[in-house]
Nanobody, 123 residues
Framework: QVQLMESGGGLVQPGGSLRLSCAVS????????MGWFRQPPGKEREFVAG???????NYGAPVKGRFIIWRDNSKNTVYLQMDRLKPEDTAVYYC?????????????????WGQGTQVTLPS
């Protein structure tokens, strides 16, 4: 059974930084494409960033240039460094894994999901 556990969320001021982590257990982490999604209050879940098993990355337009995703296969963990945060980055952030070799931006492409971690910025 594959399990994903996010951590690192919290309250941060605009312009600040946070680093999210997602630890994966119960599967072959190195073979998964990993993604981060987020769901702002009252809105649908959206793609944030993804990293393939080979290290290829892709980012959603709202975060490009501010967020960085990377993976550490030795720790079965994927990270999301979030810099220059804005109030509109407030959301529940979810980690997801897919056995697909492609970094996809759609929720349905992902097989496993974490419970989410809250990131809040005062407006």
């Amino acid at each position: 059974q594959v399990q994903l556990m996010e951590s690192g969320g919290g309250l941060v001021q605009p312009g600040g930084s946070l680093r999210l982590s997602c630890a994966v257990s119960g599967g072959t982490f190195s073979s998964y494409t990993m993604g981060w999604f987020r769901q702002p209050p009252g809105k649908e879940r959206e793609f944030v960033a993804g990293v393939g098993w080979g290290g290829f990355t892709n980012y959603g337009a709202p975060v490009k240039g501010r967020f960085i995703i990377w993976r550490d296969n030795s720790k079965n963990t994927v990270y999301l460094q979030m810099d220059r945060l804005k109030p509109e980055d407030t959301a529940v952030y979810y980690c997801a894994a897919t056995r697909s070799g492609l970094v996809r931006e759609t929720e349905g492409a992902y097989d496993y999901w974490g419970q989410g971690t809250q990131v809040t910025l005062p407006s």
